[in-house]
């Protein structure tokens, strides 16, 4: 297949390329830096230079590809606190996609996050519906009820995790960590978090490609759940500083973009995923990765 993937040089992305030129497939990577051309065209990957706001190119992309992979998201936006608009941008990009691809019974796998799940108060799995209210849940659902194209939806955990993970929710925390000389956890730290390795999403998003069934919901999730007090024992101890309790009114000022997600309860299971795709996990768990110690060193 023709595969047109936004983000392809992102997190996510570094690990999907090379996944999918692996399968035989041909890649068209959407860049908006010239770093970013550069880096997609050593891989062997057709450049189509743009960004989330140019809605006709993407389209254009979607026109001349067999199945589309949109991983990009305004995180910069997000993590200014403008979530609400990189949101929006997020809804008008999967409208140009579905637009476009109406009719032609091509893929198309979105991403959303299972922290959408928290308040459920049980373990997430792949049967949930999220309110449409928003346009994060809008974009999910949109993909998931398109008739004419063969949507599915990944669904990634907060943690994320490898050495390709720069800029992700781990990293974030172990500079707060650096920077503050506190491991911190909100609370009684027992909220638990699902972790994925990147390489193991990378295999989860080309399978979704290649055959997921219309309307898929798909759970890059390698561990259900782990404690966020957890990750901030490995962390303190890590960078040997001490690991404290983060009382609520305090969260703004200790973990900065992150303090409107660390307390969210969300444990997500991967079961019908991999009955469904054959998927399943390979790689190192999230505590193993941080014991590692890569994501300690300054990058």
Do not use: C
Request: net charge negative.
């Amino acid at each position: 297949m023709k595969v047109f993937v936004t983000g392809a040089s992102g997190h996510v992305g570094s690990a999907l390329v090379p996944e999918l030129l692996g399968a035989g497939h041909q890649v068209v990577g959407l860049a908006r830096s010239d770093a970013s051309a550069v880096k997609l065209e050593a891989q062997g990957v057709t450049v189509q230079r743009g960004d989330l706001d140019d809605l006709d190119g993407l389209r254009k992309g979607a026109a001349e590809a067999d199945a589309v992979i949109h991983l990009a998201f305004k995180h910069e936006e997000m993590y200014a606190g403008d979530y609400q608009g990189a949101s929006e941008a997020d809804l008008a990009v999967v409208r140009a996609f579905l637009d476009e691809l109406s009719g032609t019974g091509k893929a198309l796998v979105g991403t959303a996050g299972t922290l959408a799940y928290s308040g459920l108060g049980r373990t997430a799995t792949e049967e949930e519906r999220i309110p449409s209210e928003g346009p994060r849940g809008a974009a999910r659902n949109e993909i998931l009820d398109a008739t004419g194209v063969r949507g599915s939806v990944v669904v990634l955990p907060p943690t994320v995790h490898s050495e390709l993970d720069v800029a992700g929710f781990i990293p974030i925390l172990v500079r707060t960590a650096r920077a503050t000389g506190v491991s911190g956890y909100p609370g009684d730290g027992a909220n638990r978090w699902s972790a994925g390795h990147t390489r193991d999403a990378a295999r989860l998003y080309r399978l979704a490609a290649e055959k997921a069934p219309a309307g898929s919901v798909l759970h890059a999730v390698a561990e259900e759940a782990i404690t966020m007090k957890e990750i901030a024992e490995v962390i303190g101890r890590k960078l040997g500083v001490p690991v404290e309790s983060i009382p609520a009114e305090r969260a703004q000022e200790h973990f900065g973009p992150l303090a409107f997600m660390v307390s969210r309860d969300a444990p997500t299971s991967a079961e019908r995923t991999k009955a469904l795709l054959g998927w399943e996990p390979k790689e190192p768990g999230l505590l193993e990765d941080l014991e590692s110690g890569f994501y300690f060193d300054e990058r």
